[in-house]
T-cell receptor
Framework: GAVVSQHPSRVICKSGTSVKIECRSLDFQATTMFWYRQFPKKSLMLMATSNEGSKATYEQGVEKDKFLINHASLTLSTLTVTSAHPEDSSFYIC????????????FGAGTRLSVL | SQQGEEDPQALSIQEGENATMNCSYKTSINNLQWYRQNSGRGLVHLILIRSNEREKHSGRLRVTLDTSKKSSSLLITASRAADTASYFCATDGDDYKLSFGAGTTVTVRA
């Protein structure tokens, strides 16, 4: 149980285009999901907390107009990188909280974004 | 924000040996968790230890927590090639957010 699917696993796009990444909890409902960014050989940096039915909460320094988050259902959160630029190239990972009592996050496999 | 610091940054061991890595953190916590990440993949939850616990076991994993020193250790016994991965500690507070350490890259040589 507690499987999180993230799609696509890899995307290459031209500068100026927008890219949408999906994060789905397959066998549980997730009222809270998280989006992280990871630079090569570095730790995960929390970008935002995605709450079902409400606006996402962004961490300091993360541009909310650049990284649009939508959590329209209990099993799906999306991250849209708008007007992507080469500096947005990174590994993006989502996670879903499987119940507040456990406080264990289940992670997607990540999306490698390369902006040309 | 990143609160954990891990030591060592990298570790190379022979198959069958034990691997030990340490994590230090700065603020008070509810729980401390360890995750594994294979190259280019997402993270897999390994073990959670609560702030009132001192030691926990799960299979070949042993985790200790010393809240007075704000530190934790992860021991992998009888390592296997499949244990090759990066290992991250993560602390959480009241807001359910995880703050990750920098990670330890473990290479198990056959």
């Amino acid at each position: 149980g507690a499987v999180v699917s993230q799609h696509p696993s890899r995307v290459i796009c031209k500068s100026g285009t927008s890219v949408k990444i999906e994060c789905r909890s397959l066998d549980f409902q997730a009222t809270t999901m998280f989006w992280y960014r990871q630079f090569p050989k570095k730790s995960l940096m929390l970008m935002a907390t995605s709450n079902e039915g409400s606006k996402a909460t962004y961490e300091q320094g993360v541009e909310k107009d650049k990284f649009l988050i939508n959590h329209a259902s209990l099993t799906l959160s999306t991250l849209t990188v708008t007007s992507a630029h080469p500096e947005d190239s990174s590994f993006y990972i989502c996670s879903a909280l499987a119940g507040l009592a456990k406080n264990i996050q289940y992670f997607g496999a990540g999306t490698r974004l390369s902006v040309l | 924000s990143q609160q954990g610091e891990e030591d060592p940054q990298a570790l190379s061991i022979q198959e069958g040996e034990n691997a030990t890595m340490n994590c230090s953190y700065k603020t008070s916590i509810n729980n401390l968790q360890w995750y594994r990440q294979n190259s280019g993949r997402g993270l897999v939850h390994l073990i959670l230890i609560r702030s009132n616990e001192r030691e926990k076991h799960s299979g070949r994993l042993r985790v200790t927590l010393d809240t007075s020193k704000k530190s934790s250790s992860l021991l992998i016994t009888a390592s296997r090639a499949a244990d090759t991965a990066s290992y991250f500690c993560a602390t959480d507070g009241d807001d359910y957010k995880l703050s990750f350490g920098a990670g330890t890259t473990v290479t198990v040589r056959a």
